[in-house]
């Protein structure tokens, strides 16, 4: 028999979601709103002065060609980085789904750690001098330099910031497969169903709760976790060509020290960022089967 928890009058209930609602306050609304109101106006480096300007700072990005470029930029590293990440992990959930432990719990090791110490990582193998993927590739006669092709940064970062999300996936995935009845697999399979025909007839519709929440949660870090893996591989560079939205608002508001414009950009990806989510819940969610 069911039972329900109720509660006289509704001041515990306040008491109990208070905490959550005071780090939401400090943590997110205070911040959202200093950013909404600092757009409006382009303050000196040393905040000493504040001139109103209105929009005038959303009309100066939408208006340069550079940010409009991160826009694009952020959408190529986005989906990379999401179809890479997901992919990988659902195909080695897949395979090690009756697989050793020891093999799961070296797949989960990555996730402990930092995008910047990822970052790193990738940077010294694939470092123009003493990198030894740089050194395996030139001797393959292939010359490797991502600090001036832009090309091959943006592939740096991408398998960087994927090789570290591969674990957060993985879990997922293993744990979605595992509850799918094996019955069902071998039944197709005894009805001559092939690997891919079981897999999109049976196994992707039973995971699409899952694969819907990662996809939801991959694309977000994408657009704000990553900071770290750029900040540490390119900086954002060659030519601003791995310069994702949030990396953009770093460089123009802490380096450039455009305090306005860079209020201004973190409310315009905030923005996008709420509009990207309504839109997969919205339409997605639809094809998802619960």
């Known amino acids: 028999m069911e039972k329900r928890v109720t509660f006289k009058g509704i001041w515990l209930p306040l008491l109990l979601v208070l905490p959550q609602i005071v780090i939401t306050a400090v943590f997110f609304f205070y911040p959202a709103g200093q950013a909404i109101w600092q757009s409006l106006f382009i303050p000196d ?3 000493l002065s504040m001139q109103y300007v209105g929009l005038g700072n959303f009309e100066y990005l939408l208006s340069n060609s550079y940010y409009r470029a991160s826009f694009v930029t952020t959408a ?20 090690l789904i009756k697989g050793p432990g020891v093999y799961r719990t070296l797949l989960i090791w990555p996730y402990a750690v930092a995008p910047a110490v990822a970052g790193v990582l990738w940077l010294f193998m694939f470092n123009t001098r003493v990198g030894v ?14 600090v001036l092709n832009g090309e091959e940064a943006m592939g740096l970062v991408v398998v960087a910031s994927a090789w ?17 009845p094996r019955t069902v697999i071998e039944a197709a399979a005894i009805d001559g ?5 079981r897999f999109r007839t049976i196994v992707f519709p039973l995971l699409s709760p899952t694969t819907f929440f990662l996809l939801v949660v991959n694309i977000v870090y994408a657009f704000f976790e990553t900071f770290g893996v750029i900040h ?21 508001g802490f380096v450039g020290q455009d305090l306005g414009s860079s209020a201004a950009q973190s409310v315009i990806l905030l923005v996008l960022v709420g509009v990207l989510t309504i839109i997969q819940f919205k339409f997605i969610e639809r094809r998802v089967h619960y």
């Open 45 to 47: 480096p040393f905040g």
């Open 76 to 95: 190529v590293f986005s989906i990379l980085v999401t179809l890479v990440s997901m992919g990988v992990a659902l195909y080695l959930a897949d395979r």
């Open 133 to 146: 993927v740089t050194w395996y590739l030139g001797l393959l006669g292939y010359d490797w330099n991502h």
């Open 164 to 180: 570290g999300r591969i674990s957060y996936n993985f879990l997922f995935f293993l744990a979605g497969l595992q509850a799918i």
């Open 193 to 197: 169903a092939h690997f891919w025909t």
């Open 232 to 252: 540490t591989i390119t900086s954002g560079g060659p030519q601003q060509s791995t310069t994702i939205l949030v990396y953009k608002v770093y460089s123009d």
